[in-house]
């Protein structure tokens, strides 16, 4: 049997590169021939005239975010040349790990027997339906396939409200699913509005692999400190009083700061996505606004503090507190343990849960794909 992946494909961001492997070998596991379908999505910006992108750009990023701008020209510093080393280190362990196929789709000019290529076709986990992302774009419901060869795995909207113009063709694309989930709560009641259909949530594919799996996995790098480390991950702006704590915990514990995706962390910033396991797996704490973040401390049994992100674009903590509350985590969240407690975590109840949501799971993926279960 053979299944393509159709997922967001992004050579810079870890949870993307991570939840890709995951997904493919979760379908290997299950006797499947597995490719991701490398696609390119419709940006709307670049059908715009040059100075109406670098206008939006510049109302995007706002006054705080041009003035950085500004500095890093300034200072000279080689941003550009950082993060094409990184998307050079990505693309080096996608492919090693990421069975990617060797042609490149647009989804505006699929190739018309693309549905034939495949016994069955998942999207997600990635936030493959935010309107944001994506532009509410056909092809990340499947719709060039017949419609039982459609399933999803726990894909996100990463929004709390679909745009208006986007409602109708999502109600459709989401009804003709063959196999419907969700990787939020948020999600579910998005689905259940859009169509009346209740929709399961599932845990993100990372989850679906064991710690002795991603551990075998791990990449020691060259530049993980020697001695104990402090490690930090944000995709938003760090407030003060993030980094308040991160210089208090640090200090009263003797820890050096490692910030990964930092521009001014630059030696830690092309790391690749199995170095990147490695170093939450070895840190002493990890402080992060990411999901993916919240997934690898839970998996590695790592003491974590979750901050809600700071941001721009819109975003939704669902994702997270979903994670958090499905796990009995809740309290990780930044302000609800005092300082002293931030290194005292029980995770004995977790092996029970991760074991049921991993059942729930495959159960769910065996369905989708007419796999029986053997055991």
Same mark, same amino acid.
Request: hydrophobic share 35%.
């Given at each position: 049997?053979?299944?393509g992946?159709?997922?967001?494909?992004?050579?810079?961001?870890?949870?993307?590169?991570?939840?890709?492997?995951?997904?493919?070998?979760?379908?290997?596991?299950?006797?499947?021939?597995?490719?991701?379908?490398?696609?390119?999505?419709?940006?709307?910006?670049?059908?715009?005239?040059?100075?109406?992108?670098?206008?939006?750009?510049? !109302?995007?990023?706002?006054?705080?975010?041009?003035?950085?701008?500004?500095?890093?020209?300034?200072? #000279?510093?080689?941003?550009?040349?950082?993060l094409?080393?990184?998307k050079? =280190?990505?693309r080096?362990?996608?492919?090693?790990?990421?069975?990617?196929?060797?042609y490149?789709?647009?989804?505006l000019k699929l190739?018309?027997?693309?549905?034939?290529?495949?016994?069955?076709?998942?999207?997600?986990?990635? $936030?493959?339906?935010?309107?944001n992302?994506?532009?509410?774009?056909?092809?990340?419901?499947?719709?060039?396939?017949?419609?039982?060869?459609?399933?999803a795995?726990?894909?996100?909207?990463?929004?709390s409200n679909i745009?208006?113009?986007h409602?109708?063709?999502y109600?459709?694309?989401?009804?003709?699913? #063959?196999?419907?989930?969700v990787?939020?709560? =948020?999600?579910?009641t998005?689905?259940?509005?859009?169509? #009346?259909?209740?929709?399961?949530?599932?845990?993100?594919?990372?989850?679906?692999?064991?710690?002795e799996?991603?551990e075998?996995?791990?990449?020691?790098?060259?530049?993980?400190?020697?001695?104990?480390?402090?490690l930090?991950?944000?995709?938003?702006?760090?407030?003060?009083?993030?980094?308040?704590?991160?210089n208090?915990?640090?200090?009263?514990?003797?820890?050096e700061?490692?910030?990964?995706?930092?521009?001014?962390?630059?030696?830690?910033?092309?790391?690749?996505?199995?170095e990147?396991?490695?170093?939450?797996?070895?840190?002493?704490?990890?402080?992060?606004?990411?999901?993916?973040?919240?997934?690898?401390?839970?998996? !590695?049994?790592?003491?974590f503090?979750?901050?809600?992100?700071?941001?721009?674009?819109?975003s !939704?903590?669902?994702?997270?507190?979903?994670?958090?509350?499905?796990? $009995?985590?809740?309290?990780?969240?930044y302000?609800?343990?005092?300082k002293?407690?931030l290194?005292?975590?029980?995770?004995?109840?977790?092996?029970?849960?991760?074991?049921?949501?991993?059942?729930?799971?495959?159960?769910?993926?065996?369905?989708?794909?007419?796999?029986?279960?053997?055991?």
């Open positions: 049997m053979k299944v992946i159709v997922t967001i494909v992004d050579y810079k961001n870890y949870g993307n590169r991570l939840q890709n492997y995951a997904l493919q070998e979760t379908l290997k596991s299950l006797g499947t021939e597995v490719e991701t379908i490398v696609n390119v999505p419709y940006n709307s910006q670049k059908n715009l005239p040059l100075l109406s992108r670098y206008w939006n750009r510049i !109302m995007e990023l706002g006054i705080s975010g041009n003035v950085d701008r500004i500095k890093e020209k300034l200072k #000279g510093e080689p941003k550009e040349k950082l094409e080393k990184k050079h =280190a990505f080096e362990f996608t492919n090693q790990w990421i069975n990617e196929t060797d490149n789709i647009n989804p190739p018309e027997n693309l549905g034939e290529r495949y016994d069955y076709f998942v999207t997600g986990s990635d $936030q493959v339906w935010n309107p992302y994506r532009n509410g774009s056909a092809f990340d419901f499947l719709t060039f396939a017949p419609k039982n060869k459609r399933i795995y726990a894909p996100s909207f990463g929004v745009p208006d113009e409602k109708e063709n109600a459709k694309w989401l009804s003709e699913m #063959g196999a419907l989930s990787r939020e709560h =948020a999600g579910a998005l689905i259940k509005k859009l169509t #009346g259909k209740k929709s399961p949530v599932h845990v993100d594919p990372t989850v679906l692999l064991t710690k799996t991603w075998k996995f791990a990449r020691p790098s060259s530049v993980r400190p020697k001695e104990k480390y402090l930090t991950y944000y995709l938003g702006k760090i407030s003060s009083d993030k980094q308040q704590l991160i208090d915990l640090a200090n009263e514990n003797n820890l700061i490692v910030n990964l995706s930092n521009y001014d962390d630059s030696k830690y910033y092309d790391l690749r996505p199995d990147f396991v490695d170093m939450i797996q070895n840190a002493e704490i990890f402080l992060t606004d990411s999901f993916h973040g919240a997934v690898f401390s839970i998996l !590695m049994e790592t003491p503090v979750i901050f809600n992100r700071i941001s721009k674009v819109p !939704m903590n669902s994702r997270i507190d979903t994670l958090l509350d499905k796990f $009995q985590l809740s309290n990780r969240k302000g609800s343990l005092a002293e407690e290194f005292d975590i029980d995770f004995s109840h977790v092996p029970a849960i991760l074991e049921k949501e991993r059942n729930k799971s495959l159960t769910y993926l065996r369905q989708a794909l007419s796999i029986k279960n053997t055991k």
